[in-house]
């Protein structure tokens, strides 16, 4: 078998990485194992992109924390754009109007009553926060949370929520709403994610009875085992001849 990238000579190792054959002239060797050239290049450019990934430009920006706030008090989603935060701005009204719509249609219920009050406070803390990292340098793409991640980019969840949404105010219009979700909907909704939590922790619990009844049953199998063998004896060993290891207690000076 010849080199790949010399095809006049022998090859003596083959890759560690993609298996190409290598002569002597052709083999890198990294931490003791061989690696062509080729190998070398993409590793060095992977971890290149790992570097650039993970940096985190330091751009300081004089934001006003308690300016950043009031906005956020006076209307959710205001401070987010006056970080320059513009996704989360607009997730944090859209969540907000939604919660509010919510509570209007139910006639005050108060799960949803808490939820825009909740949203409404968490959206001033997150401005709070939001605005005391980037006067600290650090940028607003890197100071997104997890709600704006989840719906950055996902156009799934987009669609529903401004479908419910919108949906919510038709039935207002042409129905009365409240007597329906009260009744209804709600009641569906609970019953539904009851029997789901239930679901999932009676096979959680099955499954587990199953593999220990299984483990508890099969103790007794006479498993293949080496040192059951007659050439593995206690007798076969001399204990006298064994290293003796002395402990003495020692003062250090």
């Not at 419910?164 to 042409?174: A, C, E, H, K, M």
Request: with cysteine; aromatic share 12%.
């Amino acid at each position: 078998m010849n080199c790949s990238y010399h095809t006049e000579n022998a090859a003596v190792v083959n890759c560690n990485g993609c298996g190409k054959p290598l002569c002597p002239s052709c083999d890198h060797r990294i931490k003791g194992f061989p690696y062509c050239q080729d190998c070398i290049v993409e590793g060095v450019e992977l971890l290149r992109n790992r570097k650039s990934m993970a940096y985190v430009p330091i751009v300081r920006k004089q934001t006003s924390p308690f300016i950043s706030t009031v906005l956020s008090l006076f209307c959710p989603g205001l401070g987010a754009a006056y970080n320059g935060q513009t996704s989360k701005a607009l997730i944090h009204f859209l969540v907000f109007i939604g919660l509010f719509q919510m509570a209007i249609l139910s006639g005050g219920m108060a799960v949803f009553v808490l939820g825009f009050l909740g949203m409404w406070l968490y959206a001033a803390l997150d401005s709070w926060r939001t605005a005391q990292m980037i006067r600290s340098g650090v940028t607003p793409n890197s100071a997104e949370d997890v709600l704006v991640q989840r719906f950055s980019g996902n156009a799934k969840l987009w669609g529903i929520v401004l479908t419910i949404i919108g949906v919510s105010f038709v039935l207002q219009t042409l129905f009365n709403f409240n007597q329906i979700l009260t009744r209804f909907i709600l009641p569906l909704l609970l019953i539904g994610l009851g029997i789901h939590l239930l679901r999932a922790y009676l096979f959680k619990s099955n499954s587990s009875s199953d593999l220990s009844g299984f483990y508890r049953n099969n103790r007794s199998l006479d498993y293949p085992d080496s040192f059951r063998e007659p050439e593995y004896s206690s007798e076969k060993f001399d204990l006298s001849d064994d290293f003796q290891t002395h402990v003495r207690n020692k003062n250090w000076k």
